[in-house]
């Protein structure tokens, strides 16, 4: 069983920055493949970026390549996900996601391939 805790969510003008984290409980973080995703109101939630167990293999949604990076912290049972250049339309509740798996290079962009969620923090770009 795993539990994740996201964080550092919050108001933010269009252009800035935000870095979100999200807290893993358990000592196996190190087995598990991690992504973000985010849902807009009356949208389905979308798939973000990924992170192998690692950390050595990364993997984006175009629309945040070259704004969004990923990276995670083993020592810490943590994941991270910088944010910069923001836009209205950023705007949404960012979830963490945990895909167990024994391959080390793995990641995932489908909602179905991971097996535990956080609740969620919300991220809001004003214009």
């Known amino acids: 069983q795993v539990q994740l805790v996201e964080s550092g969510g919050g108001l933010v003008q269009a252009g800035g920055s935000l870095r979100l984290s999200c807290a893993a409980s358990?000592?196996?973080?190190?087995?598990?493949?991690m992504g973000w995703f985010r849902q807009a109101p009356g949208k389905e939630r979308e798939f973000i970026t990924a992170?192998?167990?690692?950390?050595?293999?990364?993997y984006y949604q175009d629309s945040v390549k070259g704004r969004f990076t990923i990276s995670r912290d083993n020592a810490k049972n943590t994941v991270y996900l910088q944010m910069n250049s923001l836009r209205p339309e950023d705007t949404a509740v960012y979830y963490c996601?945990?895909?167990?798996?024994?391959?080390?290079?793995?990641?995932?962009?489908?909602?179905?391939?991971?097996?535990?969620w956080g609740q969620g923090t919300q991220v809001t770009v004003s214009s």
């Open positions: 996601a945990a895909k167990y798996t024994p391959v080390p290079v793995t990641t995932a962009s489908g909602l179905w391939e991971y097996d535990y």
């Open positions: 358990g000592r196996t973080f190190s087995s598990y493949a």
């Open positions: 992170i192998s167990r690692s950390g050595g293999s990364t």
